[in-house]
Structure formats: C-alpha cells, structure tokens
C-alpha cells in the first residue's frame, strides 16, 4: 500500500521575482518527505504534497526560512472569506510600504540628477567646490540604498549564501558597483587623477535605477491584485446572515458562521440563499447565474437542492442545511480557482529553465562587457564606460518579465472561467483544451437531456386531444415510472386540467390501466392493448411505425376498449447542442458522439447535431476504449461526460470535461468542469484556453526578444557603428516596462466573453 500524501498551501512573504520562487521550491523540494513542490510568484503561494511519515508543516516552513524567505502563519479554522480578507490587507500594507519607499527613492533622485547634471555648465562649475558636491551627493544616495533599495540587496545576500543568483541579484551588483565606483571617486579622488582618469561619480545612475524599479514594482503590484479580482468577487457572493427557524417557530437573523448543518433556513424574495440545502417547503425561481452562467433563474421546489450565494427571485421557501463552511459549493469553487491560479502550466517549464540559467549567463555577459571596454575603449574614458556598460546589461537583463509571463495569464483566465461556469482545475488542463482537435460527446445528458420527452402526441381519428390528454395525465400522474413522468410534463406544460382517476394499476413491464370519467384507460406498450385483445386500427399503426423508425419509444392509448392513439417519447436534444456543436466545428475540431444506443437512434440523433461520426453500442466498461482509439489515431481527445460509467473515459482522455449536472466521481476525473448541463461550456472553455495560451506565448515573446535585444545594446555591441550606447536609467526604465507590459497583456483576458454559438 503506497503512503498517502497530504497537500499544504503555504503563503510566501519576501519573494520579489520568479528566481524567488525558483530557490523556495527548490529548498521545498530538497526536504525529506516533500513529494512535489510547486511556488507560484504571481499569487505568492507554494503547494507542497508530502508523506506525513517524514514531513510536517513545521518543516516545511522551515525550508522556506531556510531559503531566506517567509511564511504567513494562519489560523486553521480561517474561513475562506476571512482568509481573503487578511491576503488583501496584508498586500495592502505591502503596497503602501513600497509606495513610500518609491517616493522617498524619487523625490532624492530628483534633486540628485540636477545636482549631478552641474558638470555640464561649466560656468556653474568653477562656483562649486566638486569634492563638497560629491559628498552631498554621497549623503542623498545613502537613505536611498539602505531604505528605498534595502531589499535587493538582502534578497542578493541571500542568494549569494545559498550560492544562487536571481534578478535582485542583477540590480543589486548593478547599482552596488555604480555606488561603489562613486564612493572611491569621492573619498579617494587623487588615485584616479594620478592615472589620468577624472573622479567621476555615478550616484544619480544609483538613485535613478532604484526609483525606476521601484516604479515597476509599484505598477506591478497594483496590476497583480487586479489579477486576482475574481476570487473577491466569488467571496463577495456570500450571504452575511441567514434567517433560522428556532425550536417553536421563531425565525432569527443570525450570522452566517452560525448556521449550522439541519438548521431550517426561510429564504425570502429577493434574498440570498445563505447556505446550501434541501428544499422542504416552498417554491421559487432561484437566479444560479454566479455558478453556471445561466442567466435564466431556475425552478426550484420542494426536493430540489439549494446553493449558497444564489438569489431567490419570485417565491419563499424554506430548506435544510446540508453543508456548511468550507464544504458549500461556494468555498470548493474558490478552492479550485485558487488552486488552478497556484498550478503550473506545461508552457512555463521553457521559463523556468532559462531563468535558471539565465542570471548567472548575464553576470557572465556584464563581466565580459566590462573586460572588453576596459580594454578596448580610449585610456581617460575606459573605466567609466566600462561600469556604465557593465550596469546596463545587468539592469536590462533583470528577467522579471519572464516569470510573470505564465502565471498571471493563468490567474485571470482560471477566475474569468469560474465566472463563466467553466472550472478548471489547473493549468495543465487549460494548455491541454488549447491542443484539443476531437471532443468526444457522451449522448446521454451531454448532447441530449439525459432524462425522456413527449414528442408526439397523435390521438387516433374521431378522439378529442384535450380530453385524451386529460384522461393519459390522470393515469400517469399516479405512475412513478420515468415515462410516466414525461407524460405529465408534457399535460402540465399545455396547463391539461386535472381530473381523477381510480383504480389504478401498475402492470409491470408493459404499462398502467385506471378509470377516468366512467371509462377505463390503458396507457404502455403494444403486449399491453394485445392481452387486452385491442387491435390498431390502420392509421394508428402508421403512427406507431413512422415513431419507431425515428428510434422513438411509443406509448399505445386505449379508451374504453378502443385504441385512441399514441405518444412518442425520447431523450430530447438540448436546445444549445446543435449550435455549440457547430462552433466547435468552426474552430477546426472534429466532434465525434458516443452512445450505447443501437445505430438507428445514434443516427438519427447525430444528424440532428450534424455530427458525422458516432460510435453506438458502447458498452459503459469500453468507453475508454474509444478515447484510445482515437488517440492512436494521433489525436488529442477531450471528452465529455456526466455519469459514473463516463468516469475512466473522462481520466483517459487528454482532458476531461464534466457536466455539472453529473455525478462528484465524473467531476473527480475531469479536469474541466462544466457547472451548466449545457455544451455551451465546452466552446467556452476551448476558446478561453486558446485565448490564454495565445496570451502566454505573446508574453514569453516579449520577454525573449526584449531580453534578447536589450542585453546587446547593453553591451554596447552598436557604438562602433551607430554611436549608441545605452544609459543604465534607460535600461531600468525598459525593464520596469518589460513587467508592466506583460502583466497589462495578460490582464486583455479580463475581458474575455463567451462566444454564443
């Protein structure tokens, strides 16, 4: 028997790039018992599966210290909401903080540039005593490397002890070597003017650099909590209170944490259902657009289940709790959405391996730039132009961009998707619906309705219709038979008056007899009109027939000896399948149907969709067979189900799609789910996952070619051509573009929208 692992999310503090997060998972995955460990910059968690018998959470935040890093301690029993709540003020006062430090670096680099920019004017010159300056300027640029840039250079301390390098160390070596050179400039300004080289000082380089980073992270920090917009808006769904019947009738407002499971719960028009629950008295038309994306309300009644956080429109009603907390359907999707945000995508492993290597390459590239300028440029500007260009490519190459490209695309598409009814379960299933080619439907309750339909009512010549359908309504009403079922539906959804029946029988296997009005009523299949020696008339038979051949069940009424007509009943098609269907089409995919059916229903079925190949008599056990037929087929297969029997054909598959209205073991193996029995859900998800994918690739793009470009222009690789150089302020400003830019592209996805087949 293999151990059973558990799953701990931990929330990180101090990371300040995806190098960051590199050397948290890294030290994570080094601890004994850690099974996998995966650090997400972007949404500032880690989520760690370990064996109990050889990790605790104890160790595992000492990993993360250990790494130089630091773990936001939460209470146990913290709702989602409260935990939220305490997310956002934390990063709230992160964000104040490194506002302040931003201003406080910009206002000194302000009066530091002016002050630098003095040896331009020489007029101005011979007025100031140049050592005197450069010690003021010395003076303002120290609040600015130990309060404002402080952090980089503990961030590049601790890399440097756990002999790794990360894009704090870039600006730190960058801006520290810049300050270094001025400080010798200033405190020793002979040496240089011994060898011929003027004490040139660099702190406006210092300040400037730090305040533009500053700048990017403060634009970065703010564009990352809109990233998370959807969790909030989820959290803000909940009810606050609920309004309890107590022990002799007493209804009182209480808060919404004291609810407690079997509670009786009134829910009034207009309010939001607190909790979710059983229906046990009442009826209502509950609005449930905040789960599936259904903008329709749905008929809820006595029986039916309840959500928490949807809203009873018309009616009152009242139901038991049956979940409460962290069980809610609410709080499992918040859960999922907050651990498909913390998932990796396929995609980011090309990130992740050029970032490793990517930092200790540039350091490399910097050292280079500075040997060979030092060499090669003119004696009295060698050493200046050889720190200049040593700083820029260090600051330039700062890959910052590269490691938000990935996760923030994915964080606002998982959010946008729950907002829409589709719930990812994590990234690895978003890039596999990009890659889909063939989805694979299961017909029952997937194309069609999963439940039986009256679609044709044919009284025999000489029968009255209203008063048939009076007569088979009362029958049926006291049958519990789905076919019965149907049968009242369909009187119920003409408004068929109701009129009684009496002595009701149930003949098993072939249908029911009673008396309605004085006359005696038989409503089943044709052994049952035969043993009651009825025969068909002729046009009756042509009925029966032309039903059949559409693979129809067919319901035979007789009244009072005679036979007065048939009913056709069969498993509908939804109204949206043949138009989601087509879409799918047009996005280049090929829809393929399953069903145990015999092919005469298979057939008629697929041609109402337009599907043109279809597998029939499939057996619930070879269903996943079917999926790898079609991936030998070199295909990439989502299928689509909602049942139990759909459940190992939903793991097989390259990704499972489950409906809602199925069953949790379907849900479990899928890893899409699809909170509307609708197909509708399907085109979502697909489109939304190209979308997303087309975002991350746009992202990486922006982050390689920047990178690539910007680091030989850095390097000065265009002076003896064009005369250009690029100035290391310039280069902070690019790089604190780099992050803003990816991060504006991938928060485009916001504005996502379902295409309506």
């Not at 109990?52 to 709702?79: C, F, I, W």
């Not at 907390?325 to 391996?353: C, N, W, Y």
């Not at 190459?397 to 719930?423: F, N, Q, W, Y």
């Not at 809602?660 to 996952?689: F, N, P, Y």
């Amino acid at each position: 028997m293999e151990p059973t692992t558990r799953t701990e999310t931990l929330d990180i503090e101090g990371m300040t790039c995806a190098s960051c997060a590199a050397f948290v998972e890294k030290s994570l995955t080094r601890t004994p018992g850690v099974q996998r460990a995966v650090v997400n910059f972007a949404t500032e968690k880690a989520t760690v599966d370990y064996l109990p018998a050889q990790a605790t959470p104890a160790t595992l935040k000492q990993a993360v210290v250990m790494a130089g890093y630091g773990v936001t301690e939460r209470a146990p029993d913290t709702s989602a909401a409260d935990r939220q709540a305490e997310i956002d003020q934390q990063k709230a006062l992160a964000y104040q903080k490194l506002k302040r430090r931003f201003w406080v670096a910009t206002a000194l680099a302000i009066v530091i540039m002016p002050l630098s920019m003095l040896m331009l004017w020489p007029a101005l010159m011979a007025r100031v005593n140049m050592q005197w300056l450069n010690y003021g300027l010395l003076l303002l640029t120290l609040p600015v490397l130990l309060y404002s840039g402080r952090e980089f250079y503990t961030s590049a301390w601790n890399g440097f002890k756990h002999r790794a390098a990360n894009m704090d160390t870039l600006i730190a070596v960058g801006t520290g070597a810049a300050f270094l050179y001025s400080l010798a400039a200033t405190v020793v300004p002979g040496w240089f003017m011994r060898r011929g080289i003027m004490p040139e000082v660099y702190y406006d380089t210092t300040a400037t650099i730090i305040a533009l980073i500053l700048l990017g992270k403060v634009l970065e920090l703010r564009a990352k909590t809109q990233t998370s917009a959807a969790i909030k808006a989820l959290m803000g769904l909940q009810a606050k209170t609920a309004r309890v019947v107590r022990p002799g009738g007493q209804e009182v407002d209480v808060p919404i944490e004291q609810v407690q499971l079997n509670d009786i719960i009134v829910v009034r028009p207009g309010e939001k259902v607190a909790t979710d629950g059983i229906i046990e008295a009442g009826h209502s038309a509950v609005d449930e657009a905040m789960l599936t994306g259904e903008s329709l309300p749905v008929e809820k009644k006595e029986g039916d289940p309840v959500f928490g956080a949807t809203l009873n429109k018309t009616g009152s009603f009242r139901f038991r709790v049956t979940k409460v907390g962290a069980d809610t359907m609410l709080s499992q999707i918040v859960k999922l959405v907050e651990d498909a945000q913390g998932s990796r995508a396929p995609i980011q492993r090309l990130a992740d391996k050029v970032s490793a290597i990517f930092v200790p390459t540039v350091v490399v590239i910097a050292i280079l730039t500075f040997v060979l300028w030092f060499d090669l440029a003119p004696v009295e500007a060698r050493l200046p132009l050889a720190l200049v260009n040593f700083v820029a490519v260090l600051i330039i190459a700062c890959p910052c961009a590269l490691g938000l490209a990935t996760p923030t695309a994915i964080m606002v598409s998982t959010g946008k998707g729950a907002e829409h009814g589709v719930l990812i379960r994590n990234a690895e299933a978003l890039e596999k619906a990009y890659q889909v080619n063939t989805v694979l439907l299961d017909k029952t309750g997937t194309i069609t309705r999963g439940e039986p339909a009256v679609t044709d009512f044919s009284p025999a010549d000489g029968q009255d219709a209203s008063q048939l359908l009076q007569a088979v309504a009362a029958v049926e009403r006291q049958s519990e038979h789905p076919l019965a079922e149907a049968v009242v539906r369909f009187a119920d959804a003409r408004h068929t008056p109701l009129v009684a029946a009496s002595g009701f029988r149930a003949v098993e296997g072939k249908g029911a007899q009673a008396t309605v009005n004085g006359q005696p009523v038989l409503i089943g299949n044709l052994r049952l009109l035969e043993e009651a020696g009825i025969s068909l008339p002729p046009a009756v038979r042509r009925q029966a027939e032309a039903l059949l051949a559409q693979a129809k069940t067919v319901l035979y009424v007789a009244v009072a000896g005679q036979a007065a007509g048939v009913i056709g009943v069969a498993d509908t098609v939804r109204d949206t399948s043949r138009a989601a269907i087509q879409r799918l089409q047009a996005l280049g995919i090929e829809v393929v149907m399953m069903t145990g059916d015999n092919p005469q229903t298979a057939t008629q079925v697929a041609a109402q969709v337009g599907i043109k190949r279809y597998f029939a008599e499939v057996l619930p056990q070879d269903k996943a067979g079917k999926v790898k037929e079609l991936q030998a087929e070199g295909r990439t297969v989502a299928m689509v189900g909602d049942g139990i029997n759909d459940a190992p054909a939903l793991a097989q598959a390259d990704i499972g799609l489950a409906m809602g209205g199925g069953t949790d073991v379907a849900m479990e193996a899928a890893g899409i789910t699809l909170m509307r029995s609708d197909l509708q859900g399907v085109v979502t998800a697909i489109d939304l996952s190209r979308q997303t994918i087309r975002t991350i690739k746009q992202n990486l793009f922006f982050a390689f070619i920047y990178n690539t470009l910007g680091i030989p222009v850095a390097a000065g690789l265009l002076y003896p051509v064009f005369g250009w150089l690029l100035s290391p302020m310039l280069a902070a400003a690019a790089m604190a573009l780099s992050s803003v830019s990816v991060l504006t592209n991938s928060l485009r996805l916001r504005g996502f929208t379902p295409v309506k087949s």
